[in-house]
């Protein structure tokens, strides 16, 4: 089912419609996740507690709904709250390795199989060092695909804060592959 059938859906809600919705969007959830946290078992907690709220959601009373976009600002804000709590505070202390073979991915881009494991890393190393602000713009925009302007709203910023932190993360990224203008 795509969410464009969900959202006008008249049906009753099923089990199977539920399944179909966690197939369907749990590797961009996880992967979502494992960006904003740099770790993968907290993102695996986080990307779970997604989908209990969602189950919520799906048993609630039926109103329109695209799915896919209420799963992302619900996992961005899940992620914010991982972020803000005490353990994860104490947790971060102890860094762990940023690991690429960790992020699911349907199959490499052509771009993507072509940049070398040098270049790989100095992209992560450039990632790392962005501010957390930053690492959510970029990855919304530029990972996700979505316009600035829902950047905007889902992260509860205006526009043109959304494109400085675009601009400054991309800038940070020109630099490090050579290519500032």
């Known amino acids: 089912m795509s969410d464009v059938r969900q959202a006008g859906s008249a049906a009753v809600r099923t089990e199977e419609g539920y399944r179909e919705l966690y ?28 989908f209990t709220i969602l189950l919520k ?15 992302t600002r619900v996992t961005v804000n899940a992620c914010h709250r991982r972020r803000r709590s005490r353990w994860w505070q104490w947790r971060k202390a102890a860094p762990e390795d940023f690991v690429e073979a960790d992020f699911p991915s349907p199959q490499p ?4 199989a072509a940049i070398d494991g040098e270049t790989r890393r100095r992209i992560l190393g450039v990632y790392q060092q962005l501010s957390r602000r930053q690492r959510e713009v970029f990855v919304l925009r530029h990972v996700e695909g979505w ?20 601009f400054r993360a991309t800038q940070a990224f020109r630099k490090a592959l050579g290519e500032e203008r």
């Not at 996880?30 to 904003?36: D, S, Y």
């Not at 316009?147 to 675009?166: F, I």
């Open 23 to 50: 197939r369907t969007h749990y590797g961009r959830v996880f992967r979502l996740c494992r960006l904003l946290l740099a770790d993968r078992h907290e993102a695996e907690d986080v990307a779970q507690e997604v």
């Open 57 to 71: 959601e799906w048993e609630r009373p039926e109103r329109p709904m695209l799915w896919g976009a209420w799963l």
């Open 109 to 112: 881009s052509p771009e993507a």
């Open 147 to 166: 316009p600035s302007r829902d950047v905007a709203q889902t992260l509860g910023l205006n526009d043109g804060t959304v494109k400085r932190h675009l």
